[in-house]
Every structure is written in structure tokens, then in C-alpha cells.
């Protein structure tokens, strides 16, 4: 195996690692629903939350730098270029999100200055991360885009995935320097914030995704070329098309002008119209190939990631996406809810899958076998459902009850909060976290032990 | 939007876009059985579709706007299908022939 494969399972392990750290601080978030003063004055809910929705960001990016570094050799046919110095970050990489982490948990506040924001938080959602280490991350970006510039110049090869791939990193980059300036106008800062998050997830991420997963149809089921870049270049399209302008969706009322109403409605319900394309392609590759592959857990979880993107970011995001409905739903666990089952959908199933993959061919296995994939893969997204259909129903009380009846005012929310409806709706949250944190033990160790229980290649084979 | 219909609105939304990703699968699954029976139901799904958009435009106290949009949107899901999967059964067509 090259240096860039090796660096591909780092990078895919910390990232299935970080999933476990993201999980069981979700599931400990939710506790605080449930027993008032939980941890209070120790290890209060917003420092949780913060290395919750840190880790998601952390476990998404390693998923996709993993990928890209194993595929990469692969696709160019050459070792990437400047991989020790891609393999040195990697460590320094690991290295400062665990300083971060414990810097989150242990020291938890800064002062209210510059040192403040360069050596504990700079305290905005996501991207609460110290300065120092935004500094480490953009380092870590400019080094990938260097190893995927470099390796296609010196391979004089610019595949379709490869243009594509090269021209996300300029913005993946770009939108993420909006983490360093701190305007002290609270909608000038969330103006600017929302266009790295948005950015982020609902453009360069969306087509990071889809050169990855390009990438793994074409290794997995084979299919050419030609056919996986016509779709790679219709979805960029439509997902640039719908997502950059869906935007609006989040500027609906940060004091921005009313013209972001209609702008970010309108786009942002256009949103699930290439998801729907993607439901009927699913349908068509599972079809075509009748369930036929020798790593049957990718595929399944390939096909998750279609119906996941539709249901999680189409259905659910469609619900509450047009500015009458958002203006009570908007930050009610209605939102979280949605934001769970779109981020599921749309990227964590993309990334096991891909660990599957790569576990399969590192390892030699010929054919993925076990029973161990099946109930993770049931328990996951069985617990998925669950939580954000239990979220859905605690975040419609809290709309009706503390926005719409209750005029958004502290009795309003005081009612919602303490409303059955929404209490049941938290404790069955929290049931079906459990089984999410169960199901991602065996995940985990089925992707461990993957090639001690199954049949192992003929050596000739293993090496081609 | 007033407070009796904040849910039923979202709620409807919902069953407009589910509606639709039931028609998109369904759809997919009969032409791959060649089933004009499934076909046929993928077309149930889509009236299902129209239903809600009924309810949404004739109930709902969306705005005139809005409402246009869902009419016009309905419209647009009725040809996803299809063209997605002619365009699929066209590139995977060249694939063989290349």
C-alpha cells in the first residue's frame, strides 16, 4: 500500500474515532433535557453541544480527506505528491483537535479579548475553535489542495472528478477565512458566518461528496467514467444552482433586507428537486446490479445516502423552509432535528460507506460477510429515524405552544419547555440516541475486524 | 400564518415532498420491472401529490405567491422521474457501446 493509502486510513479512522466522540457527547446533550442542573457549573450544556457539533464538523472533514487521499493514487496513477508532508499534518492535525478538545472541556471560558479568541474559543457556532488551531486547519487545506494540484500536474491528467474536486478546494478554503475577522455588529457577523457554514455544507461539501462517492461507484459497481462524470456535472449544477442562492434560508431573521424572504424560500425549496433524481438513480444502479457486489455494506449504505439526503435535507427541510413556517420554527428543536437527519444523510452514510470500501481493499477481503455490518447498518439508521422523528415532534410543540400560541415571549417558552409533548418527545430522543450509540460500537468494531472474519484474497490477487 | 394552521401547513409541506420521493422510487421500480402495475401506482403517489397541492393552495393561509410557487414546483416534479431516467437508460447505453 502507497503513502497516500496509508494517510487515506489514518485519516478514515480518526474520522470513524471522532464519530464515536461526536455521538456520546450528543447523547449526553440530550441528558440535560431530562434532568434539570445536569452537570451544572462542571460541565455545562453549551460546552457539550460545542464539542458535539465540533466533533461533526472534525469526523466530516477527516471522512472526506481520508477518501480523497485513497482515491487519489488511484485515480492519477501516480503516489501524491508531497504526502510526507501531508502525513506530518495529519499528526499535528490530530494532535491539536485533541489540545482543543481538552482546552473546551477543562478551561471552557476565555477572556473577553484577543487572547481570549487565539487560545480558547473564538465563540461562534462551529467555528469555535481557538485561532491558533483555525491557523493549523487552513494550513492542513492549503497542504490537500497542494497534494491534489500537484499530483495532477505531475501526472498530466485532469480527469472530470479531479476539475471538480480542485475547483471545490478554492472555496472550500476561501469561505472558511470568514472564521478570523470578529465584526462587533451581531448581522454583519451572522451574514458573513452563514456563508462559510452554508457554503460549507450545502455547496463545497455537497460536491466534495460527489467526486468522493463518483469516485466509489466507479471502484465499487464498476460503472465508467463517462457515465459517473455526466452525473457529477448535472449535480453540480443543480446543487449549485439551488444551494448557493438557498442561502436566504438563513438570513430570514438576522436583519437582513425582506427581498432574503423570497430569495432564500424560493431556492431553498428548489433544493430536493436533483434529491429526487438521486432517489430514481439509486433505484436504477441497485436495480441494474441487483444488489451484486462483493462489499454489500458500501453499497447499502451508498443507497442510504440517497434517501437519506432526500428525507433528511428534502422532506424535513421543506417543512419548515418557507419563511411563514420558519419564522416559528426557527431554532426550535423542529431545526435541529432536520440539521441531524440532513448531515446523517447527506455525508456520514457517504463516509462509512467509503470505510467499508477501503477496509475491504486494504485488507485484502475478497467479499464483505458478517452479521455484525447488518445490525449496525439497521441500528443506525433505525435510531436515526427515531431520534429525529422524536426531535420533530418536540420541536412542533415548542412552535406551536411557545411561538405561535405563546408570542415568543418567557412564558411562551417556559410553557413549550415544560409542555408533554415536548418532554416525551426528549425522552424518546434520548432512547433512540442509545441505540445510535450501540449500533456505532458494532459499526465500529465490524469495520475493526473486518478481514479476521472473512475470506482473505489469494496473494496474486491482493496486489493487483 | 396564524397559530391554527402553523402545523397543518408544515405538515402538508411535508406530504408534498414526500409524495413525491414515493413517486420518484416507485416510478424507478416499475420501469425497472417493466411493470405498468407499479408504473401505474408511482402515478397513484403523483396524484397524491396534486392532492396535497390542492390542500395547501385552497386551505392554507400561505401567501398568493407561495402558493403559485407549489402549483408550479408540482408541475416540475411530474417530468424528475422520467427524464432522469431516460437520461440514465442514455448514458449507461453509451457505456456499453463504448
Sequence with gaps: ?464 | MNATWLLPTAILLGIYVLCAGCYGLVYALGRLRESRKVTRTAYGFYAMQGLTTLLLVALTPLAWGWKLFLVACFLVYAAIPPITWRQLERTHALEHES
Excluded at chain 1, 420541536?395 to 413549550?416: K, N, P, Q, V
Design chain 1, 1 to 464: 500500500m502507497n503513502q497516500s493509502k496509508k494517510l487515506g486510513v489514518q485519516y478514515l479512522t480518526a474520522s470513524i474515532v471522532m464519530m464515536g466522540a461526536l455521538l456520546l457527547f450528543g447523547l449526553l446533550a440530550s441528558i440535560f433535557y431530562l434532568k434539570y442542573g445536569f452537570l451544572l457549573g462542571k460541565l455545562d450544556f453549551n460546552i457539550v453541544k460545542q464539542v458535539h457539533i465540533n466533533a461533526l464538523i472534525i469526523a466530516c472533514l477527516w471522512g472526506f480527506m481520508g477518501a480523497i487521499y485513497w482515491f487519489l493514487p488511484d485515480e492519477l496513477g501516480i503516489e501524491t505528491v508531497g504526502i510526507g508532508l501531508a502525513r506530518l499534518l495529519f499528526w499535528v492535525f490530530v494532535a491539536a483537535v485533541a489540545v482543543v478538545v481538552v482546552v473546551f472541556i477543562f478551561v471552557q471560558y476565555g477572556s473577553s479579548d484577543e487572547s481570549g479568541m487565539w487560545l480558547v474559543n473564538q465563540g461562534r457556532k462551529y467555528v469555535e475553535a481557538p485561532r491558533w488551531a483555525a491557523v493549523g486547519i487552513v494550513a492542513v487545506f492549503l497542504t490537500l489542495a497542494y497534494n491534489i494540484f500537484a499530483s495532477v500536474a505531475k501526472a498530466r491528467k485532469v480527469t472530470g472528478i479531479m476539475g471538480v474536486l480542485m475547483t471545490t478546494m478554492i472555496p472550500l478554503i476561501a469561505v472558511y477565512l470568514i472564521a478570523f475577522p470578529a465584526p462587533t455588529n451581531m448581522s454583519v457577523d451572522l451574514y458573513w458566518w452563514w456563508w462559510l457554514v452554508h457554503m460549507w455544507v450545502e455547496a463545497t461539501w455537497e460536491l466534495m461528496i460527489g467526486c468522493i462517492l463518483a469516485l466509489a461507484l466507479m471502484k465499487l459497481l464498476g460503472t465508467s467514467r463517462k457515465v459517473v462524470e455526466i452525473w457529477l456535472y448535472l449535480e453540480v449544477a443543480l446543487v449549485l444552482g439551488t444551494g448557493i442562492l438557498g442561502l436566504g434560508h438563513h438570513y430570514f431573521w438576522i436583519g437582513t433586507p425582506q427581498y432574503w424572504l423570497s430569495i432564500g424560500g424560493i431556492f431553498s425549496a428548489l433544493e430536493p428537486l436533483p434529491l429526487l433524481g438521486m432517489v430514481v438513480h439509486a433505484i436504477y444502479d441497485a436495480g441494474k446490479h441487483q444488489m451484486k457486489t462483493h462489499n454489500k455494506p458500501a453499497f447499502l449504505w451508498l443507497i442510504a445516502e440517497a434517501f437519506g439526503n432526500f428525507i433528511g435535507a428534502g422532506i424535513w427541510g421543506f417543512m419548515m423552509t418557507l419563511p411563514q413556517i420558519n419564522l416559528y420554527s426557527h431554532g426550535t428543536q423542529w431545526t435541529v432535528s432536520h440539521g441531524h437527519f440532513a448531515f446523517y444523510g447527506a455525508y456520514i452514510t457517504g463516509i462509512i460507506a467509503v470505510a467499508y470500501m477501503v477496509a475491504q481493499e486494504s485488507r485484502g477481503i475478497r467479499e464483505v460477510q458478517g452479521n455484525a455490518w447488518k445490525w449496525a447498518f439497521a441500528g443506525l439508521n433505525i435510531g436515526m429515524v427515531g431520534m429525529v422523528g422524536a426531535l420533530l415532534v418536540s420541536g412542533m410543540s415548542e412552535a406551536f405552544i411557545g411561538r405561535a400560541l405563546g408570542g415568543s415571549t418567557l412564558d411562551g417558552f417556559m410553557a413549550s419547555q415544560s409542555n408533554s409533548w415536548f418532554m416525551q418527545g426528549m425522552i424518546a430522543r434520548t432512547g433512540f440516541g442509545v441505540i445510535i450509540v450501540a449500533s456505532y460500537f458494532i459499526l465500529a468494531w465490524d469495520l475493526l475486524t473486518l478481514g479476521r472474519r472473512s475470506e482473505k484474497l489469494s496473494p496474486a490477487l491482493a496486489t493487483t
